[in-house]
């Protein structure tokens, strides 16, 4: 069964560091997301990605984060001075139609910022 | 704000038992709607999809959409102990290219 895949499964970095996270989505899909989900709390939307720019993002995806497809295959996440708030499980997810079939999501990277 | 609520539960049946979960939106305009199941420490994992008013059935699951209520329920038949998680209701919200999740409710199932 084709899987998204996300490197690394954890990672630790220190205030103000930039991190990038990793995506590889399922090859014939067209619609690219990143989620959060802060320990306890419910999965929030960050932004979504269609045909190489941003279709959608929340508030939450100020300026310190970016998306970026940089080949054919891969969907990175950086996030530019870390926070301690910004400790969290990013989850990559992809979808065919972006719209009735649902999401695919990666198993996700835990980041924490110390 | 566009919503998605679900009550937290957690909600205890016993194995095969019928497990109810509810969900309501605030988002009219919202035409794909979503059920996810996610294990302690994994990721969301794609149970079914509903779009039109009426019942949709998959396996042991079935999906049942209000769109005049601006409701969603699952029923998961015959529940067994594996199907103890957390389920997320989530909605496509009109425009298309954002899906948000409910909080999520935890279902247990007692042997």
């Known amino acids: 069964e084709p899987e998204v895949t996300q490197t690394p499964s954890h990672q630790v970095t220190q205030m103000g560091q930039e991190v990038i996270l990793r995506c590889v989505p399922i090859s014939n899909h067209l619609y690219f997301y990143w989620y959060r989900q802060i320990l306890g709390q419910k999965v929030e939307f960050l932004v979504s990605f269609y045909n190489n720019e941003i279709s959608e993002k929340s508030e939450i995806f100020d300026d310190q984060f970016s998306v970026e497809r940089p080949d054919g295959s891969n969907f990175t996440l950086k996030i530019r001075s870390t926070k301690l708030e910004d400790s969290a499980m990013y989850f990559c997810?992809?979808?065919?139609?972006?719209?009735?079939?649902?999401?695919?999501f990666g198993s996700g990277t835990r980041l924490t910022v110390v | 704000q566009k919503e998605v609520e679900q009550n937290s539960g957690p909600l205890s049946v016993p194995e095969g038992a019928i497990a109810s979960l509810n969900c309501t939106y605030s988002?009219?305009?919202?035409?794909?709607f979503f059920w996810y199941r996610q294990y302690s420490g994994k990721s969301p994992e794609l149970i079914m999809s509903?779009?039109?008013?009426g019942d949709k059935e998959d396996g042991r699951f079935t999906a049942q959409l209000n769109k005049a209520s601006q409701y969603v329920s699952l029923l998961i038949r015959d529940s067994q102990p594996s199907d103890s998680a957390t389920y997320l209701c989530?909605?496509?919200?009109?425009?298309?290219?954002?899906?948000?999740f409910g909080a999520g409710t935890r279902l247990f199932v007692k042997a």
């Open positions: 989530a909605v496509n919200t009109a425009g298309g290219f954002k899906t948000i």
């Open positions: 988002d009219r305009g919202s035409q794909s």
């Open positions: 509903i779009y039109s008013n």
């Open positions: 997810a992809s979808s065919r139609d972006g719209f009735r079939e649902g999401y695919t």
